[in-house]
Structure formats: C-alpha cells, structure tokens
C-alpha cells in the first residue's frame, strides 16, 4: 500500500469525466487499498479516483467518523439509482482544502455499485453518506462541489481560494 498525492483545484484533471471500470484485476485493488490508506491519512471521509490522479470510477468513503472508522465502502462503478427528499448541508472536499459550503443534495440515496471483484451491489443511505455518495459520484463527471453553489458565491469562492493559493506559495517561497 503507498500514500497517492491528492490533486487539488484549480487541477484541470478533476474537471475530466472518468471512465468505467472493465477489468477487476490487481491493479484496479491496489489503486482501492492506495485510496483508502490516503484517506484515513488525510483524514477525510470520501475520496474519488480522479482526486488521486486516475480516471476511472471508483469511489471510496468512510462516514462513520475519524476516530474509529468502521463503514468503509468501496463501490466500482458507482450509479445513483434514485434519490429523494432534500437536504442542505456544509460540505468540504480533500480537492478544496480549507473551504466549505453549504449544497443542496437528496437526503436520501440508493447506489448502485460493483465491489473490486465486479459482484454487483445495492445500499440505500441518508445522512452523511447519501450526501457523501453524491459528492463522490459527482467527481467522475468532473463536477466539485463549488460548481454547486450559485455565481456570484463560486466568484467569491474563487476569489478568496485563489488568494490562499498565493499566500500559501508565498510562505514556502520564504521556508
Ligand atoms: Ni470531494
């Protein structure tokens, strides 16, 4: 098992579709137990192939809480298969570090995935893990969850990120 670097925003990698997941070999198990040691690492509570640098749908999320994380789901070619209710909740993303907002999501979700050894399964959740589910599926279609809020707030966002960008580069530029 090896640490991946997480790609962050502005990388124009995460804004790329991935692609589905064919052939269930050791690689494709590597790359799972890689994403899993990176985000009980970072800690985070989701994590999506592409924030990892790999184009491939496969998600990976842990909601049950940092301390003692127990509800590791692994799901390969993850489809939401409906989705109700509404729910409104801050959200962050290993990809934006240190920013947070608030995005509308089905509070209920049903998914649809395959396990890394292609066995096909179904989990309904709500909660953490619903909105979870989303976020993650919406990285392989290249959508943050930034891209959710309205204009004027992904400007502001933009702004005050950015700017972090530049004060961060100028602190290791003077280390
Ligand atoms: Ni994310």
């Known amino acids: 098992m090896a640490l991946r670097e997480i790609l962050h ?5 995460l804004k790329q579709k991935s692609l589905s997941v064919t052939e269930f070999n050791d690689e494709l198990k590597q790359l799972a ?3 899993v040691e990176t985000m009980y690492d970072a800690p985070g509570v989701g994590l999506a192939a592409p924030q990892v640098g790999v184009l491939q749908r496969l998600i ?3 909601c049950s809480g940092s301390d003692a994380p127990n509800d590791l789901l692994v799901a390969v070619n993850p489809e939401l298969i409906s989705g109700d209710g509404d729910s409104l ?3 962050g993303c290993l990809s934006v570090p240190g920013y947070w907002a608030s995005v509308k999501r089905y509070a209920n979700a049903t998914l649809r995935y395959q396990d890394t050894d292609g066995n096909v399964h179904e989990r309904e959740a709500d909660g953490l893990l619903a909105i979870g589910i989303q976020h993650e599926i919406d990285h392989l279609e290249g959508v943050l969850f930034v891209d959710h809020l309205s204009p004027l ?14 004060e961060k580069e100028a602190e290791n530029a003077e280390a």
């Open 9 to 13: 925003y502005p990388e124009p990698l």
């Open 33 to 35: 137990a890689d994403m």
């Open 60 to 62: 990976i999320l842990d």
């Open 89 to 91: 909740e801050e959200e």
């Open 153 to 166: 707030k992904r400007s502001i966002f933009r702004k005050k990120y950015m700017k972090m960008l530049r």
